[in-house]
T-cell receptor, first 113, second 112 residues
């Protein structure tokens, strides 16, 4: 089983719809992150959380919100989806050691028509 | 100026040769440096991390860090077709801050 699980893996929806992407992890890591990836733009940080009570905006948080329901769960919501939010979305986790390496889920491919 | 810069490629290397991937970063206080490999449509996979100046070797991979010149590189020896992927450089810019800043990646193709 994957250590970092994202659901759904693929989603096609219409402009204006509310969408939730979910991420759960069994690695026991405190820190969780949401990224989007677009061709030519690389990975960009949307939100991150260092523990259940800590939520921080990344570089492109507008139009998104998150919820850290538990140490192992971090969800990303698009309240009213728009076509330029079509992208590949990744959840990642990291622990408290000095290594700070992040481990990624398999991604959610989101298309907004 | 981008914080982490990589040549987007594509970089084509014959099978068995050494592939050399480069990355420069702008924040002088950067502490941690990572190389991720990403196959098309897949998630990034951590392959190397380096924190001190010099070389770090792991199998066919060698990461090189030069903080004075603000660059980090990845060498892949005896390149195999399975090494064909996009390689992402990532930098932790602030000490104690676990945010990573990613480059846009270099697409590597190993030619059989």
């Amino acid at each position: 089983d994957a250590d970092v699980t994202q659901t759904p893996r693929n989603r096609i929806t219409k402009t204006g719809k509310r969408i939730m992407l979910e991420c759960s992890q069994t690695k026991g890591h405190d820190r969780m992150y949401w990224y989007r990836q677009d061709p030519g733009l690389g990975l960009r940080l949307i939100y991150y959380s260092f523990d259940v009570k800590d939520i921080n905006k990344g570089e492109i948080s507008d139009g998104y919100s998150v919820s850290r329901q538990a140490q192992a769960k971090f969800s990303l919501s698009l309240e009213s989806a728009i076509p330029n939010q079509t992208a590949l979305y990744f959840c990642a986790t990291s622990d408290r050691t000095a290594i700070r390496a992040q481990h990624f889920g398999d991604g959610t491919r989101l298309s907004i028509l | 100026q981008k914080e982490v810069e990589q040549n987007s490629g594509p970089l084509s290397v014959p099978e068995g040769a050494i592939a050399s991937l480069n990355c420069t970063y702008s924040d002088r206080v950067s502490q941690s440096f990572f190389w991720y490999r990403q196959y098309s449509g897949k998630s990034p996979e951590l392959i190397m991390s380096i924190y001190s100046n010099g070389d770090k070797e792991d199998g066919r991979f060698t990461a090189q860090l030069n903080k004075a010149s603000q660059y980090v590189s990845l060498l892949i020896r005896d390149s195999q077709p399975s090494d064909s992927a996009t390689y992402l450089c990532a930098v932790s810019s602030n000490f104690g801050n676990e945010k990573l800043t990613f480059g846009t990646g270099t697409r590597l193709t190993i030619i059989p």
